[in-house]
């Protein structure tokens, strides 16, 4: 199964590579787009939760790096709870 995986910039302008088990991901998100935090959350969350439900169809369990890998986004996301506008851009794939 191919590894994705894909960068962001987040609203403090700080920049992270996330991990993702299958190219799904591009499915969701697009290099040099913008989206608002809860549809940035969205579209990650169901991405990384179908490519963890691929590698389960393969191999007969979930991916945990896929879901810890959306755990720390989400943790991430928090940080930015109380800014309104708050946005996430997605810079690169590779």
């Not at 995986?5 to 996330?18: A, G, K, L, M, T």
């Not at 169901?46 to 007969?60: M, T």
Request: net charge negative; charged share 20%; with cysteine.
């Amino acid at each position: 199964m191919p590894v994705m995986h894909f960068q962001v910039r987040w609203p403090d302008q700080s920049e992270h590579w996330c991990y993702s088990p299958s190219v799904v991901v591009q499915d969701f998100l697009a290099v040099g787009q913008t989206y608002p935090m809860d549809e940035f959350l969205a579209r990650t969350r169901e991405a990384l939760n179908i490519a963890s439900e691929r590698v389960r169809a393969k191999y007969g369990f979930a991916c945990s790096q896929a879901l810890d890998q959306l755990a720390e986004i989400e943790l991430r996301a928090r940080s930015f709870k109380d800014q309104a506008d708050a946005q996430v851009a997605v810079l690169a794939f590779g």
